[in-house]
């Protein structure tokens, strides 16, 4: 729509026509009001466009805002949920390696204990032992039950000192198979925190990317709203002194060439019309000196 269809328009040409004719006749109190009408039609314009700039605007600005909270979300959950599924099988895995080690290590210690070699009892013991039995044989129980509770006291000590020994060789082959197996298990938990680092490292790396981006498109959309505010200033700026200087004119087109505009306040400089003959300057003349007869010298 131009502006000379517009409703607005119309009526504020009639206004100022108005305007201009009670100025005409005089009346300048009623002149003024409808002055201060059509300056608060104008405002009321601009502030009317202004405001629908500044909401089509925010409306962006708020566009913008959402799509990049949509997008970060988004992303935050994809790689949120990509991380805790490799925290879940990291676990899993840790988890079925102890119990593998575990298994190997009761195999290992089953397999140690049943193949670690049998007692060996001293010859004191042994000895012991004949005479112990020589005496029974001879029908000197009494003596006989004697030796056999010095034998059996020898006996005893000599099964605690095996399992003490056979204990700690076991309890040492054990260790060592236990640290190698710490060993593995370090290793695929330091392989894993690798993993998980870099997981979160690309994590982050999107998101600054996606930061970045959404910040360019703000600073854009910022500078071209900006844009935008300075171009509907001018506009309107342009447009009011336009509307204003083309109204004054087709007001003024209705009543004659006067040397002194009301409205715009500039007066018309007023031709002076020269002599059809002009008098050429009357230059004097000077008398002219006698001049003197010189006799010439005989």
């Given amino acids: 729509m131009s502006e000379e269809s517009n409703p607005q328009y119309e009526e504020l040409k009639q206004l100022?026509?108005?305007?201009?004719?009670?100025?005409?006749?005089?009346?300048?109190?009623?002149?003024?009001?409808?002055?201060q009408k059509i300056?608060?039609?104008?405002k009321g314009s601009n502030n009317l466009k202004k405001n629908t700039l500044h909401e089509t605007q925010l409306?962006?600005?708020?566009?913008?805002?959402?799509?990049?909270?949509?997008?970060?979300?988004?992303?935050?959950?994809?790689w949120d949920k990509k991380i805790q599924e490799f925290v879940d099988e990291g676990k899993k895995q840790e988890k079925e390696l102890v119990e593998t080690h575990n298994k190997k290590m009761e195999e290992y210690i089953t397999k140690l204990t049943s193949?670690?070699?049998?007692?060996?009892?001293?010859?004191?013991?042994?000895?012991?032992?004949?005479?112990?039995?020589?005496?029974?044989?001879?029908?000197?129980?009494?003596?006989?039950?004697q030796k056999k509770i010095l034998n059996d006291k020898m006996q005893q000590k000599e099964n605690e000192k095996y399992e003490q020994e056979r204990s700690e060789n076991i309890n040492k082959s054990a260790e060592i198979?236990?640290?190698?197996?710490?060993?593995?298990?370090?290793?695929?938990?330091?392989?894993?925190?690798?993993?998980?680092?870099?997981?979160?490292?690309?994590?982050?790396?999107?998101?600054?990317?996606?930061?970045?981006?959404?910040?360019?498109?703000k600073q854009e959309l910022i500078g071209v709203q900006t844009r935008e505010i300075n171009i509907s200033n001018n506009v309107h700026a342009n447009r009011?002194?336009?509307g204003s200087n083309k109204l004054t004119q087709k007001a003024l087109s209705k009543k004659p060439a006067e040397a002194h505009d009301k409205e715009t306040n500039v007066v018309k400089p007023t031709k002076i019309e020269e002599p059809p003959f002009k008098e050429e300057p009357k230059v004097e003349q000077k008398p002219k000196k006698a001049q003197k007869k010189t006799k010439a010298k005989k």
């Fill in 39 to 42: 300056i608060q039609m104008k």
């Fill in 16 to 35: 100022m026509e108005e305007k201009e004719r009670l100025a005409q006749e005089g009346k300048y109190l009623e002149a003024e009001e409808i002055k």
């Fill in 177 to 217: 198979l236990g640290l190698k197996q710490e060993q593995d298990l370090n290793v695929l938990r330091a392989r894993l925190a690798r993993i998980y680092d870099l997981l979160v490292a690309k994590k982050d790396k999107e998101l600054d990317t996606l930061n970045n981006k959404y910040k360019n498109k």
């Fill in 115 to 145: 193949e670690y070699p049998r007692i060996k009892y001293s010859t004191e013991y042994l000895n012991g032992r004949v005479q112990e039995n020589k005496l029974a044989k001879q029908e000197r129980y009494k003596e006989a039950a």
């Fill in 240 to 242: 009011a002194w336009e």
């Fill in 59 to 78: 409306k962006k600005r708020e566009t913008l805002e959402g799509d990049y909270e949509t997008e970060r979300t988004e992303l935050e959950s994809k």
